[in-house]
């Protein structure tokens, strides 16, 4: 029943999208997937990683089929655009894969493997159509966002000591070897993320089920709750409103050499094509979010979570894609994020509700502090900057020690005592 109204509420949520997106003139989510059936996908990669999500319910034997078909399938498409020389992209056999693997739940099983199969199927296909929505949600921003507050932010953001034009001039010191070696990380992060989500789902087969909680849901409640603050915050990010990448629209080419002077911020208005996605950075609450769940896995495991957490963050500053603010406001949405996905998953009660309520309060706080106090956080920068940092380090508090207190507690074995036999 719970998968169930999951996947009406979903399939409402994208029919809605795509009606917001015609009336902008723009293909929604559910179009740009079904024209992926036989049109050039947009990520190859993407798709194969639904694909890959879904054959958790398999077995290994199936698995290969699955993968052999897919890249069958991929080998007819490739050779046809290369005949009528088109744009060339792989994904469209993985695609064809899981919708088969739908029709076979619906057709050829019953019961509990039919429950499992289409809970593996909707997974695959929810990646995707997560992605497709966000794609959605950020055109729909630069298109209903005339304006964005990258002034205030930017002004916010002396309190913190400038971070994005510090790590920018590094980044720059660096030249290309730094370059392209963060861009892989920052680029690669769904990658990683479906790596550990795969190695968190890899006994789904032989248990049948599901475990309650995994990484995936996390990163899709994020992705799909994060734009939505995109339409009550819009942020371009330093690069475009104050960098060579805005063109005629930056109000001056001051990243990453000059900070922003401290003056009296006012709405900047924008292109139609950049996307106002910065606030909060959803790039560091995914990180954030692999960071927390790589701390169940094993040693490497761990320490791909924190390079990948490290990287990101040095990436969205170096880059000139984020504002230092924007970093503290997505570790706050993230772990509040992550704990109310925990709460839902093993039932709510005090604690969960107390963590909850305190992260969005938190993150309240912050925006409303960006918006309407940028020049008392920029004068007063040794007073808000600590206070913002220890905002943030109150709400990672309160997640371990709450989390902590979910663990089952494993009592230690007490040995029995040795009794002496008496002669």
Known sequence: ??????????????????????????????TNQVGEVILTPTSGPLLYSGLALM??????????????????????????RWVFDVRMMFGNG???????YAFIALTRRTGKERVLLLKGVGLGLLLVAGHKTGDTWLMITSETRPSVLDAYVATADHALGNPSWVMGRIVDATGPIGYNALHLVYGQLPLAAA???????????????????????????????????????PVAGPVFAYGAEGGQWAAANLWPHTPVPIGS???????????????PSLHTAWATTLFIHTREGSRLLRYAGTFWL???????LGFGYHYGADLVAGVVFALTIEAAMRSFHRGWDRSGITLVVYGS????????SYRYLPVEMARHAWVFGPGLLLAMASVIYGYLRTTRQWSPQIAPVQQPEPQLVQA
């Open 1 to 30: 029943m719970l998968w169930a109204v999951a996947g009406v509420v979903t399939f409402g949520f994208l029919v809605t999208m795509e009606i917001v997106a015609r009336h902008y003139d723009m293909p929604g989510p559910i």
């Open 55 to 80: 054959m958790v319910v398999l077995p290994w034997r199936q698995r290969f089929i699955a993968l052999g078909i897919a890249a069958g399938i991929d080998v007819v498409f490739f050779l046809v």
């Open 94 to 100: 993985a695609l064809w894969v899981i919708l088969a």
């Open 195 to 233: 790596v550990f989500a795969l190695y968190q789902l890899r006994n789904v087969a032989e248990e049948r089920r599901f475990p309650g909680h995994h990484l995936v849901r996390t990163f899709l409640a994020i992705g799909l709750v994060g734009p939505a603050i995109y339409m009550i915050f």
């Open 265 to 279: 911020p006012h709405p900047m208005p924008f292109d139609e094509i950049t996307p106002r996605n910065c606030m």
């Open 310 to 316: 490290v990287g990101t963050l040095t990436a969205t």
């Open 361 to 368: 309060a938190v993150f309240t706080v912050l925006l409303v």
